[in-house]
């Protein structure tokens, strides 16, 4: 299977409550990274969090970094019908400078 | 305006026919890549540059070039494109990689088709 790999592949909520989604890992990292993609549009970065942090907030979002369980979790608090997208974790190897994507969750929230 | 821009964003060509898909950034960035998207695969990494005239494979670099002679600028080239290479394609930039890393910059996509 491959680095970085998103759990759920779907997710459907409704406004207002909070989004987990789940990324899974194989190899050692320098860091991992979350993006958001509106349907066909450009990857927009949400957050990094370097193999030496646990946890990392910025504004509704929370992702923390467990280096043992080589997993993370992106959680979005309060949210939006406009948080409807795909979201990817992405890891950045340590023993290269290439960047790993995976397949994604689907977010929908409903209104 | 900091950003990532391609061309063409769309492109439907034939089966041989060379192309060039066109990467410029105008934030400075050392390393810049190229990804392609298909439905369940994600976004894969086809190659990547570290800086001037520095470029290296990535997970899928078969039947695709690229070159890095300016630090704005990062073609892709498809010598001899194939119907397999219809995807969305990515560019990306960034200000460094590794532990110094920052946030990837990525233009808005090309949809290329080949019949």
């Known amino acids: 299977s491959q680095q970085g790999e998103e759990d759920p592949q779907a997710l459907s909520i409704q406004e207002g409550e909070n989004a987990t989604m789940n990324c899974s890992y194989k190899?050692?990292?320098?860091?991992l990274q979350w993006y958001r993609q509106n349907s066909g549009r450009g990857l927009v970065h949400l957050i990094l969090?370097?193999?030496?942090?646990r946890e990392k907030h910025s504004g509704r979002l929370r992702v923390t970094l467990d280096t043992s369980k080589k997993s993370s979790s992106l959680l979005i608090t309060a949210s939006r019908a406009a948080d409807t997208a795909s979201y990817f974790c992405?890891?950045?190897?340590?023993?290269?400078?290439?960047?790993?994507f995976g397949e994604g969750t689907q977010l929908t929230v409903n209104p | 305006e900091a950003q990532v821009t391609q061309n063409p964003r769309y492109l439907i060509t034939v089966t041989g026919k060379k192309l060039t898909v066109t990467c410029s950034q105008n934030?400075?960035?050392?390393?810049m890549s190229w990804y392609r998207q298909d439905p369940g695969l994600g976004l894969r990494q086809i190659y990547y540059?570290?800086?001037?005239?520095?470029?290296d494979k990535g997970d899928v670099p078969e039947g695709y070039k690229v070159s890095r002679k300016e630090k704005r600028n990062f073609p892709l080239i498809l010598e001899s494109p194939s119907p397999n290479q219809t995807s969305l394609y990515f560019c990306?930039?960034?200000?460094?990689?590794?532990?110094?890393?920052?946030?990837?910059?990525f233009g808005p996509g090309t949809r290329l088709t080949v019949l």
């Open positions: 992405a890891t950045r190897e340590t023993s290269g400078s290439r960047l790993t």
């Open positions: 190899t050692s990292i320098n860091n």
């Open positions: 969090i370097r193999s030496n942090e």
């Open positions: 934030m400075n960035h050392e390393y």
């Open positions: 540059s570290m800086n001037v005239e520095v470029t």
């Open positions: 990306a930039s960034s200000l460094s990689y590794g532990r110094a890393e920052r946030e990837q910059f």
